[in-house]
C-alpha cells in the first residue's frame, strides 16, 4: 500500500501536561519529520534546566529566549515542533507559528493535566501549594489564545498516545486535502 505524505511541519501547542513532547516525538516517527522541542532547544543553547532558567532570569527571559528559538525552529522544513505550554502568550510566536506550518492544539482536562504533571519537578509554574487551581486559571487564560493560532483542536481525554498518533496523522491528512474545515476534530 502506497502510504500518503503529509506535507510540511506541524507544530504542537497546549497546556503542560497535555502530551506535546511526546505525542510530537511520536508522531513525527510515525511521519518521517525530523522532531524538535523548544524546551530542549533552551536547554541544550544555555546549558541548563528550564527551571534553572526561572529560578535565576525569570519568566519574562525564559519568554525572550523561547521566541528566539521558536523563530529559528519555524525555518525548519518537514518537522514537528512541540512548543512549551506558554509559548501563545507571545504575539510573535502565535505569528510564527500560524505562517510555517499547521498547528495543532491538544486539548485535555485538569484533572489530566494534573495527573500528567504531578511527578514531574521540572515544571516551575506548577511547584506551588495548589497546582489544579493554577492549572485553571492557565487553562483560563491561555485556551482562547491555542483556540486562535490552532488549525486542528484535538481532545486527549482517554486516549492512548499511539491511538492518538495514528487519529491525529488520519485528521491532518484530511485537513491537508480540505485546508478551510473547521479547527474542531
Ligand atoms: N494521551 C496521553 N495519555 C496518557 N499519558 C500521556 C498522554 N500524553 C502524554 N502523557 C504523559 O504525560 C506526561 C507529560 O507529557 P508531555 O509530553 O511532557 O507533555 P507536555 O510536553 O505537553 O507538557 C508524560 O509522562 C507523558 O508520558
Ligand atoms: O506552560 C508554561 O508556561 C511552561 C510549559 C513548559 O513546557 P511544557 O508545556 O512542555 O510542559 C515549559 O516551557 C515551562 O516550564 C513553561
Ligand atoms: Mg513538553
Not at 31 to 52: L, N, W
Not at 69 to 94: C, F, H, K, S, Y
Not at 96 to 108: E, P
Amino acid at each position: 500500500m502506497v502510504r500518503m505524505e503529509l506535507a510540511g511541519n506541524l507544530f504542537l501547542v497546549g497546556l503542560m501536561g497535555a502530551g506535546k513532547t511526546t505525542v510530537g516525538r511520536a508522531l513525527a516517527r510515525r511521519t518521517g519529520k525530523t522532531f524538535y522541542d523548544s524546551d530542549h532547544e533552551i536547554e541544550a543553547r544555555t546549558g541548563v534546566r528550564i527551571a534553572t532558567i526561572f529560578d535565576i532570569e525569570g519568566e519574562a527571559r525564559f519568554r525572550d529566549r523561547e521566541v528566539s528559538v521558536i523563530a529559528d525552529l519555524v525555518q525548519m522544513n518537514n518537522v514537528v515542533l512541540a512548543t512549551g505550554g506558554g509559548a501563545v502568550l507571545r504575539p510573535e510566536n502565535r505569528r510564527n507559528l500560524k505562517n510555517h506550518g499547521v498547528v495543532i492544539y491538544l486539548r485535555a482536562t485538569i484533572d489530566d493535566l494534573l495527573a500528567r504533571t504531578q511527578h514531574d519537578k521540572n515544571r516551575p509554574l506548577l511547584q506551588t501549594a495548589d497546582p489544579r487551581a493554577k492549572l485553571a486559571a492557565l487553562f483560563a487564560e491561555r485556551d482562547p489564545l491555542y483556540c486562535e493560532v490552532a488549525d486542528l483542536i484535538v481532545d486527549t481525554t482517554q486516549q492512548n498516545v499511539t491511538h492518538l498518533v495514528a487519529r491525529l496523522e488520519q485528521q491532518l491528512l484530511a485537513l491537508q486535502g480540505a485546508p478551510r474545515r473547521s479547527p474542531l476534530a
